[in-house]
Every structure is written in structure tokens, then in C-alpha cells.
């Protein structure tokens, strides 16, 4: 038992390991892709920190050689240039001239005055006075102008010197280039007799320039700028230099991110390893392992195909930017770091769980299909082919959709016409918030008002209230279902009411067919007990064998019956129809009955044409249906009253009625006697099965005929129309 208990916390103990693991891997992974870029021993010289400081050092470099060429050697106006100093005396000596022009005016209206009283020594004075301050002004604005030559020589001066200095003092960068024009050479340098030899022992790195490069090398630009120069050359990085060098650091920098990213490779190699083969033991020995696993996927098919999938790329992106966004190697080792590793380890064994599920979902194709059927784009299909069956539904709920979103961006423009301060834009968005306000709720609170009152109405049809019905208005969608659900309703309580008479009449076919079996078969039974005694006469038993043969008779007839009308109500029996003149079966069932109606004390007014009337029919059957109504009237008519037969045939459509004095009185329904073991006696006391109305009705209609009953107070009347 110990042993057992103490397995099972080791396999939940590998369980969670294994689970750490692959959040480790996933880790690990995610950084070693990340920094792909530095597993290259020159790492640091192929990135854009290297590109940038390159670039700014060359373009200083071809400023100071280039640009700023024997510039020690220059004057002044040479070092500013001809166009500098233009440009310094143009805006001087427009200020000048401004100063000028006032001092002019001033004088002009003073010594203007002086002409007018010719006062010539006045006047004299006044323009040696003006052109003393003119003198004055020149001089000024002519020192102006050296003074600004020289703060813009002085200022030129130090950008020199601060190139020079950033060339020629800094250690880390040297460089070796030849002007192939001019043949001169450019370099940092000392004592330097043989650059390649210079390079192969002193040079940490090294690139030269110009050089065959595609246009998405970082060097591009400085490479076409020797090109278009005619220069040509190389920038060294030594191995050794004094003093600090952010290069230098930078380069160090790389070099542990990429002895770093190493051993992630390997230690990704190592748990990925490790967590498979714990996987693949639990998953051999331990049900611990595959019911966990079995469980989240039954749980993950309950959420429809392609949201899963949706909610799989979403996590997945969530995860990938989480561990791209972290920082989990550094030191010390904190709570932090365990908390991100189980945040990481939940969500990568969800991304496997997931990937194990749609690998096996990509096997099954019926699966497939299955998980097609029940995904949100599938159903949103059907909704779709659904909801355009009824385009003017479909038109009124995207009418609806787009009424609210120009509502909802009418406010906003509002807002912002607020804040802007433009009347238009408020004025239009204002009209269009009102026209939607006094429009739209008001036809969905109709609508809602009108669906409340088929709910409710609903609501009462299902409790039973089948005289409850639902008041529409109008004509619209909702008005039509109300209806449907009203006429609904009252097809059902037909419905129902056909359902408790079919009831009520079975009850009454079992008590018929009851009474009317059990008659024969009790008189049978009990004339069967007399012949067993011994004294009876051989008169008395000839008479209760008469009774017995007419008894048994009598029942073979009624169960003859009921299977012929069970067969005809059933479809099941076949009939020959050919073609058959009906005026002469008459004439025969008539003649069948010529005893009976003898006999009896009913006079019988027969009206059958001479000539033949054809039609095709069942000849046996269509006899049997007028033999039924033919006995039915010697049996149930009052004595001593007439009964009228007559065969009409009119266009084409034969008819042939019997009406006849009813001897008791006619209280049933007319659909009723239809019914078998229905008997118009409800006393039962003449003979009869009451089956016989049923068979002829059947047979008729299985010839495309029908049988009609009429009643007018004791009259009977049956219409056959063939």
C-alpha cells in the first residue's frame, strides 16, 4: 500500500515536472529564435549599432579629409567661403541701407525746411551733420560684418578641431584609405608601411571598402560613397588599444548573448528530451497521465471547430508576445521567475493539447465533417440561407443594424462637431440623432409589444386554454404568426375533438362488436348443453340443430364482415374492375331479393332505365354494396310503406338512390352510422352486424365512388354516386 501511494505522488510529482518542462522549452525556444542573429562569431559587426557608429565615422572622416581639406592653410574668407561671406555682407548691408534711408528722410525734411528761408549756413551745418552719422553708420555695420566673419571662422574652426580630434584620438576605429584620384592617403595610422600585414596581426576585424554589396547590406551607403569619391580602402578594429571603447563593449556585449543563446540550444535539447521520454513513460504506465489529457480534449470539442481554432491562434499570439516581451534569464533567481514559468508552462500545454487535437482531427476526415457541421461558420451559413427565405425580415433587421451605427457615429461627429465648434456638422448629426430617436424605438416597441402578446398568448394555448386567442394589429411578420398560432390552435382543438370522438367510438366499437359476437356464440353454447342431455327427442334435436346452423351461420357472417371491411378500410384488397353494366346488377341484386320483398309487407317502386349503363367497376363488389342497402331497407323500413329505387345516368355520372319510412326513430349522428358495428336499432334487436353501411362506403370509395346518407325525419335516404 505504501509503495502504491508513494508511485502515485512520483507520477504526479513527473506529471508536473514534465509539464515545467515543455514551458522551459518553450522558453527557451522562443529566446533562441530571437537571437538567431548573434550565433555568428562576428555577431556585432553585421548589426545595425556597428552600421550606425561606422556611418557616423566615415561621414566625419570625409568631412575632415574632404570637405575640410588644407583647411588649416586657409584665410579666413577661404575657410567660410565666397558664398558664406556674400551671403554675411547681403544681410548686413540691407540693414545698412534700412539705417540709411531713415537717417535720409530725417535730414531731408529739416534741410527742406532751411531752403525755404535760404538760410544756406543752416543748411550747410544740417548736411555735414547727416553725412558725419552716415560715415559712422558704415563703420559700424563694416565692423559688424568682420565680427560676424570671424565668430563664424571661429565656430567653423572648432567643428574642425572636434572632427580632428574624434578621428585621430579615437583608438577603436582605425582606417586606411587611398584617394585614387589625388593618390593621397587618408589614415589614423602611425608609422604604417603594409596595411594587409597591419591587418593580418593587429586587426580584430576588419572590411574594406568599395566593395560588391546587394541593396540590402547595411554598408550600401558608405560603400557608394567610396564609389562616387574614387576612394578606396580599409576601417580596422584593432585588438588591442588604450583607454575604454563602447565598440568594443558592444562587441563583448554580443559575444555573451551569443555564448548565452548556446547553451539555450542545448538546454532546450536537453528538457525537450527530457519531457518526451517522461511523457512517453506516463503515457505507457500511468493512467494519471492520459485521463488529464483525454479530459481538456472532450472539453476543448465542446467549443465549436472554428472558434476553437480562433481561440487557439489568439492564446498562441498571446503566449508568443508574452515570452518576446519578458525577461526571464538574468539574476538572482526570484518568485518572478517561478511565477513566469507557470504562466508559460499552462499556456504551452494548452498549444500542445490543441496541436495533439487538430492532428487527430486532420486523420479522422468524418470527424471532420462532424465538427464542420457543428462550427459557428456553418451555423451562421444555415442562419443565413434561413433568415433570406424571409428577405423582408432579413432587410428590416440589417435596416435596423445600419439605422444604429449611423446613430452611434451621428453622436460621435456631434461630440466632435462640439469640440470643433463647426454649426453644420452638430445641425446635421443633431437631426440625424432625432430623426433615429423618434423612428426606430418607437417601431421596435411596437414590435416588442406585439411579440408580448403572441408569448403570452402562447403561454395560454399551452396551459390548455384552447378558447384563448391572440389580438394582432396590422399586417406585418408578427400580425401573420399571431394568426398562424391562432389557426394552429383551432385545427388542433379539432383536432382534439376528433380525437375524443374516434375515443368515444372505439369504446363503442369494442362494446358492439362484443354484443354482437357474443350473441350467437352465447345461443350456440347454451343449445350446445341441451343436445348433451340424453332424454331430447329426435324432433328437439333436428330443431336445435337447425338453431345451432342458423347461430353459427350468423357468426361465420359477422366475422366474415368484419375482415372484409378490416381489408377494404385497410386498402389491402384487390378488386377487378371491368367494365360492367350497373343497371343489370341492380336487376339481379333485386331479383336475389325477390322472396324477401314478397314476403314482407313493403312496396318497392323500382326505376331503372331499359337501356345498359355502363361503368368500369368491381361487378361482385359494387353488388355486394347494393345488396347491403337493399337488405338495409327490408330490415329497418316501417310496414306496410313504400321504398323507391332509382338509377339515373346523367352525363356521364351514375347515380342510384334508395328512400325508404324508417320503423323506429332516427336520433344518431349521419356521419356515425359509418362507423363499424354502428347500427341505426340502437336496441340491436333486428338482425344485423352494422357493418354493412361501413363495407359499402369502402368499396365505393376504392372505386372513386361515395356513399351518401340524407335523413328528413323518419325518411332515409341513400345516395350512391358512381
Known amino acids: 500500500m505504501g509503495i502504491k501511494l508513494k508511485n502515485k505522488y512520483l507520477n504526479k510529482a513527473a506529471l508536473i515536472l514534465t509539464v515545467y518542462l515543455f514551458g522551459f522549452s518553450f522558453i527557451l525556444a522562443i529566446d533562441f529564435v530571437g537571437h538567431t542573429e548573434y550565433l555568428k562569431s562576428d555577431s556585432y559587426f553585421g548589426s545595425s549599432l556597428f552600421k550606425n557608429d561606422l556611418s557616423s565615422f566615415f561621414y566625419n572622416l570625409k568631412s575632415f579629409h574632404i570637405d575640410y581639406k588644407d583647411y588649416e592653410k586657409k584665410s579666413n574668407y577661404d575657410k567660410l567661403g565666397i558664398e558664406t561671406i556674400n551671403d554675411i555682407k547681403t544681410n548686413y548691408n540691407s540693414q545698412l541701407k534700412e539705417e540709411q534711408n531713415k537717417i535720409n528722410n530725417d535730414y531731408i525734411y529739416y534741410i527742406g525746411n532751411e531752403s525755404k528761408i535760404k538760410d544756406n549756413t543752416v543748411i550747410k551745418a544740417l548736411t555735414e551733420e547727416r553725412d558725419k552719422k552716415l560715415k559712422k553708420l558704415e563703420e559700424e555695420f563694416s565692423l559688424k560684418i568682420d565680427e560676424e566673419i570671424k565668430r563664424q571662422v571661429a565656430d567653423k574652426d572648432m567643428e574642425f578641431n572636434a572632427l580632428k580630434n574624434s578621428l585621430f584620438e579615437r583608438e577603436d576605429i582605425k582606417y586606411y584609405i587611398k584617394n585614387i584620384s589625388t593618390g593621397e592617403i587618408y589614415s589614423n595610422i602611425k608609422n604604417i608601411t603594409d596595411i594587409s600585414v597591419y591587418i593580418k596581426d593587429k586587426a580584430l576585424y576588419s572590411i574594406e571598402f568599395p566593395r560588391n554589396l546587394n541593396f540590402r547590406d547595411p554598408f550600401l551607403s558608405i560603400n557608394n560613397e567610396f564609389k562616387s569619391l574614387n576612394l578606396e580602402g580599409y576601417f580596422i578594429i584593432p585588438k588591442e588599444f588604450n583607454g575604454y571603447s563602447q565598440m568594443i563593449a558592444n562587441y563583448n556585449y554580443y559575444n555573451s548573448i551569443r555564448e548565452r543563446v548556446i547553451i539555450e540550444g542545448a538546454l532546450f535539447v536537453i528538457c525537450i528530451g527530457v519531457a518526451i521520454l517522461i511523457s512517453l513513460y506516463l503515457n505507457k504506465n500511468n493512467e494519471l497521465f492520459i485521463e488529464p489529457i483525454n479530459t481538456f480534449i472532450k472539453f476543448l470539442k465542446i467549443i465549436p471547430l472554428d472558434l476553437r481554432i480562433l481561440i487557439f491562434i489568439f492564446l498562441l499570439t498571446i503566449t508568443l508576445s508574452y515570452l518576446s516581451s519578458i525577461s526571464f534569464f538574468y539574476f538572482p533567481i526570484n518568485i518572478d521567475h517561478f511565477f513566469k514559468l507557470t504562466i508559460t508552462s499552462i499556456l504551452t500545454l494548452y498549444v500542445l493539447l490543441s496541436l495533439l487535437d487538430y492532428i487527430n482531427l486532420i486523420k479522422n476526415k468524418k470527424e471532420i465533417k462532424i465538427e464542420f457541421k457543428k462550427s459557428m461558420l456553418n451555423k451562421f451559413v444555415i442562419l443565413l440561407k434561413e433568415s433570406s427565405a424571409n428577405k423582408s425580415i432579413l432587410f428590416k433587421v440589417i435596416s435596423i443594424f445600419i439605422f444604429t451605427c449611423l446613430f452611434c457615429m451621428s453622436v460621435a461627429v456631434f461630440i466632435l462637431g462640439i469640440s470643433g465648434s463647426s454649426t453644420e456638422i452638430v445641425l446635421i448629426s443633431l437631426i440625424c440623432i432625432l430623426a433615429y430617436i423618434i ?273 328528413d325525419g323518419d325518411l332515409f335516404k341513400a345516395i350512391v354516386e358512381i
Request: net charge positive.
Open 439 to 711: 423612428t426606430i424605438p418607437y417601431y421596435v416597441l411596437k414590435k416588442v409589444s406585439v411579440f408580448n402578446n403572441i408569448f403570452e398568448g402562447s403561454e395560454e394555448i399551452v396551459k390548455g386554454n384552447l378558447n384563448y386567442e391572440i389580438k394582432t394589429k396590422g399586417a406585418g411578420h408578427l400580425s401573420r404568426l399571431a394568426n398562424n398560432i391562432n389557426n394552429m390552435k383551432e385545427g388542433y382543438k379539432k383536432s382534439l375533438e376528433e380525437q375524443i370522438k374516434s375515443e368515444r367510438l372505439k369504446s363503442e366499437l369494442i362494446t358492439n362488436v362484443s354484443h354482437d359476437l357474443k350473441t350467437p356464440l352465447t345461443s350456440i353454447v347454451n343449445y350446445v348443453d341441451l343436445l348433451k342431455k340424453e332424454d331430447l327427442s329426435k324432433e328437439e334435436i333436428q330443431g336445435y340443430v337447425g338453431i345451432l346452423d342458423r347461430k353459427t351461420q350468423r357468426l361465420k357472417v359477422l366475422i366474415e364482415d368484419l375482415f372484409e371491411a378490416s381489408k377494404l378500410a385497410s386498402g389491402s384488397i384487390k378488386l377487378n374492375i371491368e367494365k360492367v353494366d350497373v343497371a343489370a346488377i341492380l336487376r339481379q341484386t333485386l331479383g336475389e331479393f325477390d322472396e324477401k320483398i314478397k314476403a314482407s309487407s313493403l312496396k318497392f317502386k323500382v326505376n331503372i332505365p331499359n337501356h345498359k349503363v355502363y361503368a368500369h367497376l368491381d361487378g361482385k363488389k359494387t353488388w355486394r354494396v347494393f345488396e347491403n342497402l337493399i337488405s338495409n331497407a327490408l330490415k329497418y323500413s316501417m310496414p306496410n310503406t313504400r321504398v323507391y329505387i332509382d338509377l339515373v345516368d346523367y352525363n356521364g355520372k351514375i347515380t342510384m338512390t334508395i328512400k325508404n319510412i324508417s320503423s323506429y326513430e332516427m336520433n344518431f349522428n349521419v356521419e356515425e352510422i359509418f362507423e363499424r358495428f354502428k347500427r341505426g336499432d340502437a336496441s340491436r334487436n333486428t338482425e344485423g352486424s352494422g357493418l354493412g353501411l361501413a363495407i359499402a362506403k369502402s368499396i365505393l370509395e376504392l372505386q372513386g365512388g361515395k356513399l351518401n346518407i340524407e335523413i
